[in-house]
């Protein structure tokens, strides 16, 4: 792991925690980890020669590492458990019921 993985960790709870109240704390995060998304596709594509060179789907299939997987999986992850721990979430929801 390097500080990359938690720099977008960072990232994406920051800007899930400002489009929250417009959209939603799922969809706030699940837009933020598209866009981290299309960044690694993106840069793979331009490890492959650019997008003019390669096919469609290039970016998506090739050039991963786990470094790669964790700049997406990382952020992800952060914004599934806040989305799931906040107020009116799953597991709040649950925890509040068993009290």
Request: aromatic share 16%; glycine share 12%; proline share 3%.
């Amino acid at each position: 792991m390097n500080i990359t993985h938690l720099e977008h960790t960072i990232i994406a709870l920051i800007f899930q925690g400002l489009l929250w109240p417009f959209v939603g704390r799922w969809v706030a995060g699940s837009l933020i980890v598209a866009v981290f998304l299309g960044r690694e596709i993106a840069q793979h594509e331009y490890a492959g020669g650019g997008s003019n060179e390669v096919w469609y789907l290039y970016g998506l299939f090739n050039h991963w590492t786990l470094d790669s997987f964790l700049d997406v999986a990382a952020p992800a992850a952060a914004c599934c458990f806040i989305a799931l721990i906040m107020p009116g979430g799953g597991l709040w929801k649950y925890v509040r019921a068993r009290r």
